[in-house]
């Protein structure tokens, strides 16, 4: 008979948390836990990944994708430190990962060659939870201490088991004999509602707005018909923050779309003209787009009381799942929509969208990157995953990709790491091999680390029922990585061009490249009629310009002590219906 290991004891806790894969790269120092995993069936699969750092964006986007619990596993040393950016995305976006890394130390004083202080390392990343497996007995114990505070935090967590504790025999522990601490999967987390109290003083204040805007977050996940109606109870209009765009279906005819940097002139002008805000579920870091503080009333909803007032002063902070929390309120709210004011966000929107085509539409040398993603929006599947990189395709996305209800998308939205979309894609569809999954990319990220994953693409694909992968690359051989209207660059000074779909046909995928914008449609219809993942090439034009909205009226009381700059930004507010006083402020 066989006799049990730790690593086989680590599978079997994996297992009763419902992990279904592993996202690593294999080393010494966790060469056990992945022999035990290789023989484990295919439950938990072990997935290797190209690159300790694809790995861990793996994770995090298996939580993304998911809501699960995203595991990923890797080697002391440099393999550790590679760890790091998947890790801090998790973090900064919330998402719960635990990170198991192997140590071996064999040298005569206790040594090792690639010794780094995990502990030291992994204390901001993790700073919810890093400890080392100690003793055989303990590390039931450990584990679900692991998940249980990944899933508790929202947080990644990390855990060190050295190789010799990895290869220990177990003994056959009975649960609760002396020094053996018991170990079982948590419960579900709790439901969290805010305080009576809280809930009546947030209906007064949202009862009382003449001018209303929400802005919604990735936390109001499952409370769209919630939000939607709540909206309508008060006529408000509606903004996204980028990771909350999937939330909400966007042809709404009050929605004006992502708000930010990266957003639309509507969203930004909604700030502008509204005087009560409610925050759901956001963290948005584009604090200069919100209301002038003092100029609107505000609720937030967060089920992270840390999070309440980070961004915006808040009148009444509601501490609570915003499904939950915005029930309570739709059963306290008054039915007072102001059609005026909705009348005047529904122009806004109608407007953004008009130049929106506009901008798609404009000529470029040779194709248009916002035409690229305008084709999509119309023939982008019902169903499915879409993951989404860094640079100025984020740009693009945000504006011109409209998501049917249903489609989830992804990004790395706070750390804003390049290198995450087709790791994420990957792992969403890995997750669903029965749905189709599209990643868009930059030609920088995917020089970064997307040709070598597309050979785990190559590797996986056969397995999937569906077998639709497309990668989007925007090609515009601009080394910044953020295009954004300049002039033609030095070849010296741009990005080496690559054959992407010749690199996907030689993996034996499928490849596409346009530079004609009249068939670029044409080029999506064949990506996505493919019988195997895709990898579709548009050579785009880097000096088509970013244009970030100008922020709505930010320091609106000192702009309007500049005379004919004064005058420029009172007579956008009153040509987009905005009320204003004689002292120009809404």
């Known amino acids: ?47 290797p990944a190209r690159h300790e750092e694809t790995a861990s ?34 973090k900064l976006d919330s998402k719960p990962v635990v990170a198991i890394v192997g140590e071996d130390i064999t040298g005569p004083l206790g040594g090792a060659h690639q010794e780094i202080g995990l502990s030291r390392l992994f204390a901001d990343a993790c700073n919810q939870f890093v400890r080392y497996g100690r003793t055989p007995d303990g590390v039931p114990a450990l584990l679900d201490q692991a998940f249980r505070t990944a899933a ?7 855990v060190v088991l050295p190789r010799q504790l990895q290869e220990a025999v177990v003994p056959d522990l009975q649960a609760y004999a002396a020094g053996v601490l018991a170990a079982t999967p948590g419960e579900p987390l709790a439901r969290v509602l805010p305080h009576e109290v ?22 109001g996940r499952g409370a769209a018909d919630e939000i939607v109606a709540l909206a309508d109870r008060l006529g408000a209009g509606i903004a996204a923050s980028l990771l909350g765009k999937p939330v909400l279906d966007e042809r709404l005819p009050f929605h004006a779309g992502v708000l930010g940097e990266v957003g639309t002139p509507a969203a930004a002008e909604l700030m502008g003209g509204c005087d009560t805000l409610l925050l759901v579920g956001t963290n948005n870091p584009w604090t200069d787009y919100f209301p002038m503080p003092g100029q609107v009333r505000a609720v937030q909803i967060d089920i992270d009381g840390r999070r309440i007032g980070n961004r915006y002063p808040v009148d009444v902070p509601l501490v609570g799942d915003a499904q939950e929390t915005l029930r309570a309120l739709l059963a306290r709210v008054p039915d007072r929509p102001n059609a005026r004011w909705r009348e005047t966000v529904q122009g806004s929107v109608d407007r953004w969208r008009a130049e929106r085509a ?9 194709v248009n990157p916002q035409l690229v993603l305008q084709e999509l929006s119309a023939r982008v599947p019902r169903r499915g995953a879409v993951a989404v990189d860094v640079g100025s395709v984020i740009y693009w996305y945000a504006r011109h990709l409209e998501l049917p209800p249903g489609v989830n998308a992804q990004l790395c939205g706070t750390l804003g790491s390049m290198g995450c979309a087709l790791p994420y894609a990957v792992s969403a ?13 930059g030609d920088g990220a995917m020089q970064l680390n997307g040709l070598a994953e597309l050979v785990t693409v190559a590797h996986h694909w056969r397995e999937w029922r569906d077998p639709r992968l497309v990668v989007l690359v925007l090609n515009n051989r601009d080394r910044s990585g953020m295009g954004g209207g300049r002039a033609p660059m030095d070849p010296t000074h741009r990005r080496p061009d690559v054959p992407y779909a010749g690199w996907a046909r030689l993996l034996g995928l499928h490849g596409v490249r346009v530079d004609r914008p009249e068939l670029v449609g044409a080029a999506w219809d064949e990506a996505l009629a493919a019988d195997r993942p895709c990898v579709l090439e548009a050579v785009v034009d880097p000096a088509v310009r970013l244009a970030p909205p100008e922020p709505a009226f930010a320091d609106l009381r000192e702009v309007f002590a500049q005379g004919d700059a004064a005058r420029r930004v009172r007579d956008r ?12 402020l809404v």
């Not at 935090?153 to 990390?158: A, G, H, I, M």
């Not at 569809?429 to 990319?441: E, F, G, M």
Request: aromatic fraction near 4%; hydrophobic fraction near 45%.
């Open 198 to 219: 809280d809930l009546d003083a947030a209906a007064q204040v949202l009862g009382n707005g003449r001018r209303t805007a929400i802005l919604v977050g990735q936390g």
């Open 152 to 158: 508790a935090t929202r947080s990644p967590v990390c």
């Open 573 to 584: 507010m009153l040509a987009a219906g905005v009320p204003v006083d004689s002292d120009g």
């Open 429 to 441: 569809k890995l997750a669903a091999p029965d749905q189709p999954v599209i990643a868009l990319l």
């Open 1 to 47: 008979m066989t006799e049990r290991t730790v690593a086989d004891l680590v599978v079997e806790r994996l297992r009763a948390w419902r992990v279904p894969r592993v996202f690593g790269y294999p080393g010494e120092a966790v060469a056990p836990l992945v022999e035990a995993l290789d023989a484990s069936g295919g439950d938990p699969a072990f997935v």
């Open 358 to 366: 506009d901008r798609a539409g404009a000529p470029a040398q040779p």
């Open 57 to 90: 964006y793996m994770a995090t986007g298996h939580a993304k994708f998911t809501g699960g619990i995203g595991v990923c596993l890797a080697t002391q040393g440099p393999s550790a430190v590679q760890l790091l950016n998947g890790l801090y995305d998790a």
